[in-house]
């Protein structure tokens, strides 16, 4: 296994994700190397089937790889148990979801609770940390309404202020525009991008579109269960 | 999480699905209340058959019978050279008030005696135990009371006595003519023959020569005195409270203080026996008295069986309603399994509806389950969240069925207007707490699958 070094928030070193279909078996990551720095704002892009997603779901812990190694935040998860791997999710991950997923019956402050309510802070304090980070992403005004009475673009907000809520060190974006038309996808990057700042958080996002990757600080290229380019882009 | 935040989220989630979380419920809620019905007719019927023992004599109270062949002499054949070895006699009193755990023992003699008031007459025993005795088990007076120590000789009348006194010329009684009759125990003055036989003979000697024939051989040479036997004044102490037709195991008693009744009999009979007393070899009468029977009572139901297999050994006969109790108790145990059983039946189908609601309700929210495990939903917390469910659906469930089952066991007593049907609290805290173990049991299978769902199932998109 190779050795692991560098300042990297993640590090990824000789990862696979081997599928059995019946007889055959296929290579969804057919070994993966990648750093990513603590602030940065990271786009992992490619086709449909090329992996990322398979990439993504590896780095948050939500499956476990055939082989190679993870290590975010200093931590070795790629063989962590389910309970380890929920365990490290709440401690470090923020998660945004191309569907949203915010929960139906909620509204928008208790949905951004919600991580909260799982780490078993009180109601009054988790509240009061809802709607500030609302305030951040700018649905303050919208804070009792439930998913159904809004736009896809302040659920994805609303999706957003969820993952930015528990303050993680690492915010995961599986395709957060995917259901978005593009005057939406405009506003929904912008506010990622501010929210990565100027290396306050560090977010990783998914996408197949290759103009998004624009917004991010570094771009990486997968292809076939590869890495075929990472590139650091200077933002002036 | 915390358990508050547990507890909301269950009962969001249940409330979204109102109906068929109602239906759920519903399930519970019958197989709950059979159970609990069920049950609750086993008890009232143990206690039905309870309260018939404690009206035969309750259950601390033993019955000792003379042993050998009794008080007949002439069937006597144990006790070697002494023939009233096994009898009952105030040493018999002595040595079993001697044995623990005895509250109470008294001798009970019955003497023959006829009780005249007016015109009405009544020909039969009376029973003649200790103050203490009377004490405790009469206790209820209409009027009067209980004679006190050292009084002269006073009877107490059950509530139903007048029913057997006939019309001493008619011979014609209530049972007769339908007709009560008309004295009044405690105004009109009572007058008391002991020597039935003397008096019988007064009245009638060809009937009572005949009848009597063979006793006269033993008692020859007090029956020449001929003429009326003197007759006592006897007041009333009390008469027992009850109207005419409430029947209870006193209702037809009349009795007294043994105490004041032994010396007018010794007195009536002197030299001659005492009818119903044994006699020796000759037909002569013993200094003694034989009591017929002893009342003992136990200070409580465990040393029964203790008590009577010692007072067993001493050589006397007893009685108690301890092997009925025993029975009772037995096939109230059987009673009550297989009425709870049948309940059950239909508590175990709830418990499978529960199961497949839980099922269910976790295919749909697939999704939602896999989003809560990215957000960091600790594994023990979903399946606590789903077991909570559960939990709930019991809780509520075993609650209204409680309420139910009160309804149906006050609709059955109203009914059949007895307490057929009884629920006591343990009964309705046991069905609550039943019902909630079923239900949390019958969601455990549901929530491990629920543990255990992909957090995958959150990326998928649609």
Same mark, same amino acid.
Not at chain 2, 228 to 241: E, N
Not at chain 2, 269 to 296: A, C, D
Not at chain 2, 299 to 318: H, L
Not at chain 2, 326 to 352: D, H, K
């Given at each position: 296994?190779?050795?692991?070094?560098?300042?990297?928030?993640?590090?990824?070193?000789?990862?696979?994700?081997?599928?059995?279909?019946? !007889?055959?078996?296929?290579?969804?990551?057919?070994?993966?190397?990648?750093?990513?720095?603590?602030?940065?704002?990271?786009?992992?892009?490619?086709?449909?089937?090329?992996?990322?997603?398979?990439?993504?779901?590896?780095?948050?812990?939500?499956?476990?790889?055939?082989?190679?190694?993870?290590?975010?935040? &200093? !931590?070795?998860?790629?063989?962590?148990?389910?309970?380890?791997?929920?365990?490290?999710?709440?401690?470090?991950?923020?998660?945004?979801?191309?569907?949203?997923?915010?929960?139906?019956?909620?509204?928008?402050?208790?949905?951004?609770?919600?991580?909260?309510?799982?780490?078993?802070?009180?109601?009054?304090?988790?509240?009061?940390?809802?709607?500030?980070?609302?305030?951040?992403?700018?649905?303050?005004?919208?804070?009792?309404?439930?998913?159904?009475?809004?736009?896809? &673009?302040?659920?994805?907000?609303?999706?957003?202020?969820?993952?930015?809520?528990?303050?993680?060190?690492?915010?995961?974006?599986? !395709?957060?525009?995917?259901?978005?038309?593009?005057?939406?996808?405009?506003?929904?990057?912008?506010?990622?991008?501010?929210?990565?700042?100027? &290396?306050?958080?560090?977010?990783?996002?998914?996408?197949?579109?290759?103009?998004?990757?624009?917004?991010?600080?570094?771009?990486?290229?997968?292809?076939?269960?590869?890495?075929?380019?990472?590139?650091?882009?200077?933002?002036? | 999480?915390?358990?508050?935040? +547990?507890?909301?989220?269950?009962?969001?989630?249940?409330?979204?699905?109102?109906?068929?979380?109602?239906?759920?419920?519903?399930?519970?809620?019958?197989?709950?209340?059979?159970?609990?019905?069920?049950?609750?007719?086993?008890?009232?019927?143990?206690?039905?058959?309870?309260?018939?023992?404690?009206?035969?004599?309750? +259950?601390?109270?033993?019955?000792?019978?003379?042993?050998?062949?009794?008080?007949?002499?002439?069937?006597?054949?144990?006790?070697?050279?002494?023939?009233?070895?096994?009898?009952?006699?105030?040493?018999?009193?002595?040595?079993?008030?001697?044995?623990?755990?005895?509250?109470?023992?008294?001798?009970?003699?019955?003497?023959?005696?006829?009780?005249?008031?007016? =015109?009405?007459?009544?020909?039969?025993?009376?029973?003649?135990?200790?103050?203490?005795?009377?004490?405790?088990?009469?206790? $209820?007076?209409?009027?009067?009371?209980?004679?006190?120590?050292?009084?002269?000789?006073?009877?107490?009348?059950?509530?139903?006595?007048?029913?057997?006194?006939?019309?001493?010329?008619?011979?014609?009684?209530?049972? $007769?003519?339908?007709?009560?009759?008309?004295?009044?125990?405690?105004?009109?003055?009572?007058?008391?023959?002991?020597?039935?036989?003397?008096?019988?003979?007064?009245?009638?000697?060809?009937?009572?020569?005949?009848?009597?024939?063979?006793?006269?051989?033993?008692?020859?040479?007090?029956?020449?005195?001929?003429?009326?036997?003197?007759?006592?004044?006897?007041?009333?102490?009390?008469?027992?409270? #009850? #109207?005419?037709?409430?029947?209870?195991?006193?209702?037809?008693?009349?009795?007294?203080?043994?105490?004041?009744?032994?010396?007018?009999?010794?007195?009536?009979?002197?030299?001659?026996?005492?009818?119903?007393?044994?006699?020796?070899?000759?037909?002569?009468?013993?200094?003694?008295?034989?009591?017929?029977?002893?009342?003992?009572?136990?200070?409580?139901?465990?040393?029964?069986?203790?008590?009577?297999?010692?007072? =067993?050994?001493?050589?006397?006969?007893?009685?108690?309603?301890?092997?009925?109790?025993?029975? %009772? =108790?037995?096939?109230?145990?059987?009673?009550?399994?297989?009425?709870?059983?049948? #309940?059950?039946?239909?508590?175990?189908?709830?418990?499978?509806?529960?199961?497949?609601?839980?099922?269910?309700?976790?295919?749909?929210?697939?999704? %939602?389950?896999?989003?809560?495990?990215?957000?960091?939903?600790?594994?023990?917390?979903?399946? +606590?969240?789903?077991?909570?469910?559960?939990?709930?659906?019991?809780?509520?469930?075993?609650?209204?069925?409680?309420?139910?089952?009160?309804?149906?066991?006050?609709?059955?007593?109203?009914?059949?207007?007895?307490?057929?049907?009884?629920?006591?609290?343990?009964?309705?805290?046991?069905?609550?707490?039943?019902?909630?173990?079923?239900?949390?049991?019958?969601?455990?299978?549901?929530? =491990?699958?629920?543990?255990?769902?992909?957090?995958?199932?959150?990326?998928?998109?649609?």
């Amino acid at each position: 296994m190779p050795e692991i070094k560098g300042p990297s928030l993640i590090k990824v070193r000789d990862l696979f994700k081997i599928y059995k279909l019946g !007889e055959e078996r296929v290579a969804a990551l057919n070994g993966v190397d990648l750093d990513i720095e603590a602030g940065e704002f990271a786009a992992i892009v490619g086709a449909s089937g090329s992996g990322k997603s398979t990439l993504l779901n590896m780095l948050a812990g939500l499956e476990p790889p055939t082989r190679g190694s993870i290590e975010i935040a &200093g !931590e070795r998860i790629e063989k962590y148990s389910e309970s380890k791997l929920v365990e490290f999710r709440r401690r470090h991950v923020g998660f945004i979801f191309q569907s949203y997923n915010l929960m139906p019956s909620l509204n928008a402050v208790e949905n951004v609770a919600l991580p909260l309510v799982f780490r078993g802070m009180d109601k009054v304090k988790r509240e009061k940390l809802a709607i500030q980070t609302l305030e951040k992403v700018g649905l303050k005004k919208y804070m009792r309404h439930r998913p159904t009475e809004m736009s896809g &673009g302040q659920q994805q907000r609303v999706g957003i202020a969820r993952a930015l809520v528990l303050k993680p060190d690492i915010i995961f974006a599986d !395709e957060p525009t995917g259901n978005l038309d593009s005057v939406t996808t405009l506003e929904v990057m912008k506010l990622l991008r501010e929210i990565s700042g100027n &290396g306050k958080n560090t977010l990783c996002m998914v996408t197949h579109d290759d103009n998004l990757s624009s917004y991010a600080d570094r771009v990486i290229r997968i292809k076939d269960g590869k890495v075929i380019e990472n590139i650091k882009i200077q933002r002036g | 999480m915390r358990s508050s935040d +547990l507890i909301s989220m269950s009962l969001g989630s249940l409330f979204k699905r109102k109906i068929r979380t109602c239906l759920t419920i519903l399930g519970v809620v019958i197989g709950i209340a059979s159970i609990v019905i069920m049950v609750s007719l086993g008890i009232g019927l143990d206690r039905q058959a309870m309260e018939m023992i404690a009206e035969y004599g309750g +259950l601390t109270q033993i019955t000792v019978t003379p042993g050998g062949g009794g008080m007949d002499m002439g069937s006597r054949n144990v006790g070697g050279s002494d023939p009233t070895a096994y009898l009952l006699t105030s040493k018999s009193v002595k040595d079993i008030a001697s044995m623990p755990h005895i509250s109470l023992v008294s001798p009970i003699l019955y003497v023959d005696a006829v009780i005249r008031g007016g =015109r009405y007459e009544r020909s039969g025993q009376v029973k003649a135990m200790s103050l203490e005795a009377l004490k405790e088990k009469y206790s $209820d007076f209409a009027e009067g009371g209980l004679p006190k120590e050292g009084d002269t000789l006073a009877f107490i009348f059950g509530n139903m006595v007048k029913k057997d006194f006939v019309d001493y010329k008619t011979k014609a009684g209530f049972w $007769d003519t339908g007709k009560m009759p008309n004295i009044d125990f405690m105004k009109s003055p009572l007058f008391t023959i002991f020597d039935v036989e003397a008096y019988e003979e007064a009245k009638n000697p060809d009937s009572s020569q005949s009848n009597s024939g063979g006793k006269e051989e033993n008692a020859e040479g007090q029956l020449q005195k001929k003429g009326p036997p003197k007759k006592y004044l006897v007041p009333a102490a009390g008469v027992l409270k #009850g #109207g005419e037709e409430d029947y209870f195991q006193y209702s037809y008693d009349v009795c007294c203080d043994i105490e004041a009744i032994t010396p007018i009999i010794t007195k009536v009979f002197r030299g001659r026996p005492i009818p119903g007393q044994p006699t020796n070899k000759n037909g002569k009468p013993y200094r003694e008295i034989f009591y017929n029977e002893l009342l003992v009572i136990v200070d409580n139901v465990d040393s029964m069986e203790e008590t009577e297999t010692a007072i =067993r050994q001493m050589g006397y006969n007893s009685y108690s309603n301890t092997e009925w109790v025993e029975e %009772e =108790r037995q096939s109230a145990r059987q009673r009550q399994a297989l009425l709870g059983g049948v #309940g059950a039946v239909s508590l175990l189908v709830a418990a499978i509806g529960i199961s497949n609601t839980m099922l269910m309700s976790i295919y749909e929210r697939t999704r %939602e389950i896999g989003v809560m495990k990215v957000l960091g939903c600790r594994l023990m917390d979903i399946q +606590l969240l789903f077991l909570c469910e559960a939990g709930l659906i019991g809780l509520i469930g075993g609650l209204i069925g409680n309420l139910l089952s009160f309804a149906i066991s006050f609709i059955i007593n109203t009914i059949t207007k007895a307490t057929t049907s009884v629920i006591p609290g343990w009964l309705a805290l046991a069905g609550i707490i039943f019902s909630i173990f079923v239900s949390i049991f019958a969601g455990y299978i549901p929530s =491990r699958r629920a543990m255990k769902l992909s957090p995958l199932s959150a990326i998928r998109n649609e």
